[in-house]
């Protein structure tokens, strides 16, 4: 089946530190990447749309340049959380669907990361 | 109203018993209907995925659609502790997937 691997799976920086998860699809292409934030015991929430060769699709309310996303292969899109802060404490989660976006999708093992 | 419903539990059953596992929803565009298993502090993980109205069966997990009442279902047969974690449902269409809240099982030994 599709994998995707997601890395660090969990991450522990002082507060205004950046920091960069990467997300891979193993053994397919993936043009679109999706990147989610979950909080305890909450369902996944859509932070944006990454696309393969252009800009990213930022969900109503997150910050674009708070949370820098770059999808520069067809099988790697990372995430960089620019000046972290206590509140950005979460659970960061991607997923890519096989062909097109109306698939399944496949996630990563998400990566835990802690703002001191 | 939500796009899709689903009851957060938690939903605790002694091992062996038969689980379902629910979700309603509203829009008729959506196409695909996916149930996910993630266990604590790990991503979601597919367990079965349908594009039309019926049973979808793969092992102990039967999947079932109902769009006439845009109802979905996920039945756990003879279940195990190692089934104990949150069940997610989805439903993708118009390029959009939309989860439900996931409900929260623990299978008792």
Not at chain 1, 45 to 50: G, Q
Not at chain 1, 81 to 86: F, G, L, M, Q
Request: aromatic share 12%; proline share 4%.
């Amino acid at each position: 089946g599709a994998v995707v691997s997601q890395h660090p799976s969990w991450v522990i920086c002082k507060s205004g530190t950046s920091v960069k998860i990467e997300c891979r699809s193993l053994d397919f292409q993936a043009t679109t990447m999706f990147w989610y934030r979950q909080f305890p015991k909450q369902s996944l929430m859509l932070m944006a749309t990454s696309n393969e060769g252009s800009k990213a699709t930022y969900e109503q309310g997150v910050e674009k340049d708070k949370f820098l996303i770059n999808h520069a292969s067809l099988t790697l899109s990372t995430l960089t959380v620019t000046s972290a802060h206590p509140e950005d404490s979460s659970f960061y989660i991607c997923s890519a669907p096989q062909t097109d976006s109306n698939q399944p999708q496949h996630f990563g093992d998400g990566t835990r990361l802690s703002i001191l | 109203q939500k796009e899709v419903e689903q009851d957060p539990g938690p939903l605790s059953v002694p091992e062996g018993a038969i689980v379902s596992l629910n979700c309603t929803y509203s829009n008729s565009a959506f196409q695909y209907f996916m149930w996910y298993r993630q266990y604590s502090r790990k991503g979601p993980e597919l367990l079965m995925y349908t594009y039309s109205s019926g049973n979808k069966e793969d092992g102990r997990f039967t999947a079932q659609v109902d769009k006439s009442s845009k109802y979905i279902s996920l039945f756990i047969r003879d279940s195990q502790p190692s089934d104990s974690a949150t069940y997610l449902c989805a439903l993708t269409g118009g390029f959009k997937t939309i989860f439900g809240a996931g409900t929260r099982l623990f299978v008792k030994a």
